[in-house]
């Protein structure tokens, strides 16, 4: 029974850890995206942008649903055929369109600006 667990435990571990290996980017970058949003999908674990710049689309790997709420992002916010500037590191490998650890989200349209905590180096405040 105890190897059982350990072995749960091993593999729970061991995936979570995977969904969240960074390994394949540069966490400091600051590559700056500009275009168009041409899908959303707004759900856990992450909520995801497809943005075509006119000659590839790139997705978008966000925050969570949560870490929406607590920064005071609405989905109402995101259409589809939205220009966005977005900046964030991008996938080491060329060949793979995969932007994550996203720093700020513009929509130069309304002015709307977004900024992740980490950036401002301010803890997210739980809403009351």
Do not use: C
Request: net charge neutral.
């Amino acid at each position: 029974m105890r190897l059982v667990a350990l072995l749960l435990w091993w593999l729970v571990a061991h995936t979570a850890a995977a969904h969240h290996s960074y390994a394949d980017y540069d966490r400091d970058e600051r590559y700056e995206l500009r275009g168009v949003l041409t899908d959303i999908h707004w759900a856990n674990p992450h909520i995801v942008f497809t943005v075509s710049d006119g000659q590839r689309a790139t997705r978008i790997e966000w925050i969570t649903l949560t870490g929406a709420g607590l920064t005071g992002v609405q989905q109402e916010r995101f259409a589809v055929g939205d220009n966005l500037v977005i900046i964030g590191s991008r996938n080491r490998n060329p060949d793979v369109h995969i932007m994550t650890v996203i720093k700020e989200i513009r929509l130069p349209a309304s002015g709307w600006h977004w900024v992740s905590p980490s950036e401002t180096k301010r803890p997210i405040q739980t809403p009351r």
